[in-house]
């Protein structure tokens, strides 16, 4: 599979509403050093500091979130979640940024 239908795929597993929720912009996609497809991009502000998410398809279809701040030339790592499945990512984004990223059932 192309990087870029890759990271289309993982964007659409993540959700545009949610994409938009954490204000998205600079989406990236690439390959590292290994040959593994990537999502990256920038979020809005947030309670745990994150300003840059990566998310990253291993071989065994796991994906690998980085969560950076990057501040002038100087990259944080704040935190790291490895081999979670699809349906994990949203959890994990949340989790992670502090964010809320679902109007959830909106008092229903």
């Keep these: ?32 050093e290994l040959g593994n497809p990537y999502l990256q991009f920038r979020i809005g502000r947030n309670s745990k500091g ?9 071989p065994l279809d796991l994906y690998d979130v980085s969560y950076l701040r990057i501040y002038g030339m ?9 081999g979670i499945y699809a349906d994990m990512l949203h959890d994990s984004l949340a989790d992670n940024t502090g ?7 909106m008092g229903q």
């Excluded at 659409?12 to 912009?25: D, E, F, P, V």
């Excluded at 994150?50 to 291993?58: C, K, P, Q």
């Excluded at 964010?99 to 059932?105: D, F, R, V």
């Design 1 to 32: 599979m192309e990087t870029k239908e890759v990271a289309d795929e993982i964007a659409r597993q993540i959700g545009s509403k949610a994409l938009y929720m954490m204000g998205t912009k600079n989406l990236v996609c690439g390959t590292t």
């Design 99 to 105: 964010m809320t990223l679902s109007l959830g059932t």
């Design 50 to 58: 994150v300003n840059m998410v990566r998310i990253e398809l291993t």
């Design 74 to 82: 100087k990259v944080t790592i704040k935190s790291e979640d490895q």
